[in-house]
């Protein structure tokens, strides 16, 4: 009997050894990553990633949940399979780096499942030196004319032990929270990016791409450091509804050697379709001020009344300040009707065609234009994106009469209850920003504006994927716990948060976090976990093509040696090369100005103070620089309510061979400036 079951067990043993059928594998254009797809005795798929010979995702599931058919998971039969490779060079209109590789090898594995009448699928895998991504694709066939989808099967089960990155799922705030720090294996209910590094030292990020029409992905831990995907909920039946053929945004995950690396990855953008716009050259990379930090220090409200901070005369307080200082944009939160009472979600009741009554907004546009300054426009939804729709193009419109083409969006709603107009066009339902629902609507509104010759920077935004090479007038997101927290948060920002914010949510894209408050203060005297110096140093560490100026005029007047930086600091970029960086310890990024041979560098820390060397090398050889250094004093401390005030400014020559040192306070940062001499 024994030896019976022992002959028993080694069948089974070896049936389930050899059930799974390699399909194909594609490697990555240096060889270095391997991805390989199976399929199991049930005809389920699978797939496996190795990076130089070792398991990097161990076999992962694949496969969609439908609620109106069979599943798409099992019963598959390969149909064809085919191996290219695509290397080009293209161009950002504006950017990070001007110029982006991409260079990738694709695998295209067309399926059927003859037991469902033949019904297709297809999967396609894109290898890149720095990572991979992957999507599932539908043809438009009779067997399968709608696919409602309650979720994926999708699954990523990282080999090496891992440290993980991320932000939770699911709540009330969305993605306004803190970075959470832990063991992958006990990952809660995550957005992406998630960024992991392993026990080797590798470094791994974990996101989407081109997300169009579909729920936004977020990730929960099934077992060990097994990994699956779990699509954004609808209020209104299936996760997903789509007919005919589709695609669903890729799948993907950055792989790097260091958190440098990771960051300079350029996997999601590549992912996505080329620009669908045409010529943006309307847009402008720059500065802005703004009617809006005293809001959020309650000296004046978004509501109407005796304080109220948008009207005519503090918006042309701010463009007479923004014109003298060089800046070209000035933004006005409250200037519209419906912002008093409660105006959140269902409450909502904007009106973004008509001025509240002491806002005249011809004459305020008239005269910014005299002073060579363009209003930055502002539409609150409130969540409310049913009533927001039904005036959107209207709104656009007047705005573009008046010679606005940035608007900055928003959509304060907690998570679940933001307001969309029912399919039939009748009634409302509610649901996530993060549905289908709301990632339709967000690229509607972008869609739209583009129309008009308007950008779009998008608050309280669902995540970037990279769209913004597709539609080029998305320019910016806040889409985390932006500075505002530093006003009236409980808790205020911790003083690792920024650092955290280069390795994980600046891996999908611009982040208007609205940097530069030299006060330090927020409201009800709480003190911001940063120095100076670490405020400057945000404008370069911290990307977007449109930074704001946040803080009370008054306080850049009075520190005008720290406004200078402010003042000379750009937000378009020819390169960009990290220099330092360690996951929620240190960032150093330098950048070169797309518009000038001048090169910046922005360093921050968490709570440590460092001494760190920063070599030059990315500096042109053979020339001479001036090199502007705005750094923490060696009293300088977060901490402490003088110290953290004390700013060193000076100046040294120097070139491509040098090195200069690095002297953050606990809390603080460095940035540079430096500036070619004459030949």
Not at 50 to 60: E, I, M, Y
Not at 143 to 169: C, G, H, M, V, Y
Not at 214 to 238: F, I
Request: aromatic share 8%; hydrophobic share 35%.
């Amino acid at each position: 009997m024994l030896k019976r079951l022992l002959c028993l067990l080694s069948f089974v043993c070896c049936t389930s050894a050899h059930a799974d059928e390699t399909l194909a594998t594609v490697t990555s254009p240096n060889k270095q990553l391997a991805v390989t797809l199976q399929l199991t005795g049930e005809g389920r798929l699978s797939y496996r990633v190795d990076r130089a010979g070792k398991p990097l995702v161990n076999a992962s599931r694949l496969g969609l949940l439908l609620t109106n058919a069979h599943q798409l998971d099992g019963g598959f039969k390969l149909v064809s399979q085919r191996t290219t490779e695509r290397d080009e060079t293209w161009e950002q209109p504006w950017g990070e780096s001007r110029r982006v590789r991409s260079h990738y090898r694709e695998l295209a594995v067309e399926l059927s499942q003859p037991g469902q009448g033949d019904r297709r699928m297809a999967l396609r895998f894109r290898v890149f030196d720095d990572g991979f991504g992957f999507r599932y694709e539908l043809p438009a066939q009779r067997q399968l004319p709608i696919a409602r989808i309650s979720d994926e099967l999708t699954e990523f089960d990282i080999a090496e032990p891992a440290t993980a990155w991320w932000t939770p799922a699911g709540e009330a705030l969305v993605l306004e929270y803190v970075t959470q720090r832990a063991p992958l294996a006990e990952l809660g209910l995550a957005n992406t990016p998630l960024t992991m590094r392993t026990q080797s030292g590798l470094h791994l990020a974990l996101h989407e791409a081109a997300l169009v029409d579909y729920a936004s992905m977020w990730v929960r831990k099934v077992g060990g450091q097994k990994l699956r995907a779990q699509l954004a909920p609808s209020s209104q039946g299936a996760t997903v509804e789509r007919r005919g053929a589709f695609t669903t945004p890729w799948r993907t995950l950055r792989v790097a050697e260091s958190a440098g690396a990771l960051y300079e990855s350029n996997l999601e953008l590549n992912l996505n379709e080329p620009n669908q716009l045409g010529d943006v050259s309307w847009f402008k990379p720059g500065k802005y001020a703004g009617v809006w930090w005293e809001m959020h220090l309650n000296q004046s409200t978004w509501s109407s009344g005796l304080t109220h901070g948008a009207t005519t005369a503090n918006a042309k307080r701010h463009i007479d300040f923004a014109a003298k200082h060089g800046f070209g944009g000035v933004l006005v939160e409250g200037w519209n009707v419906g912002w008093d009472g409660n105006w959140v979600g269902s409450q909502s009741a904007m009106d973004h065609t008509k001025a509240m009554p002491d806002f005249d907004l011809a004459a305020v546009t008239a005269y910014a234009k005299a002073k060579g300054v363009k209003l930055i426009g502002h539409h609150e939804t409130g969540g409310n994106i049913a009533r927001y729709e039904q005036q959107m193009d209207a709104a656009y419109a007047l705005y573009a009469r008046h010679g606005v083409d940035v608007v900055k969006s928003g959509y304060v709603t907690d998570a679940g209850t933001a307001q969309f107009a029912n399919a039939d066009g009748k009634g409302t339902h509610f649901g996530f920003t993060e549905s289908q629902a709301g990632v339709r609507h967000m690229l509607k509104a972008v869609q739209q504006a583009a129309k008009h010759k308007i950008a779009i920077d998008t608050h309280e935004p669902v995540k970037d994927t990279g769209l913004r090479r597709t539609y080029p007038n998305w320019v910016s997101r806040e889409g985390a716990r932006g500075q505002e927290f530093n006003a009236w948060g409980d808790p205020i920002n911790p003083v690792d948060h920024e650092v955290n914010l280069v390795f994980t949510r600046m891996l999908s894209g611009p982040m208007d976090y609205t940097p530069g408050v030299l006060s330090l203060n927020g409201a009800g005297n709480r003190k911001l976990n940063s120095t100076q110096a670490k405020q400057l140093a945000l404008y370069v560490v911290l990307y977007s093509p449109v930074h704001m100026v946040p803080d009370l005029i008054a306080h850049y007047e009075r520190w005008p040696k720290a406004f200078q930086f402010i003042k000379d600091v750009p937000t378009d970029w020819e390169t960009t090369k990290v220099i330092h960086g360690e996951l929620g310890e240190v960032a150093t990024i330098a950048r070169k100005d797309r518009r000038s041979d001048d090169w910046y560098v922005g360093a921050v820390t968490n709570g440590d103070s460092r001494r760190l060397t920063l070599p030059l090398g990315f500096l042109d050889p053979g020339r001479r620089y001036r090199a502007e250094i705005y750094r923490d004093g060696d009293q300088a401390d977060y901490r402490d309510e003088q110290r953290r005030f004390d700013l060193v400014t000076e100046q040294v020559t120097v070139q491509s061979t040098d090195t200069l040192p690095l002297r953050l306070a606990p809390g603080g940062g460095q940035a540079i400036r430096f500036t070619p001499l004459p030949r």
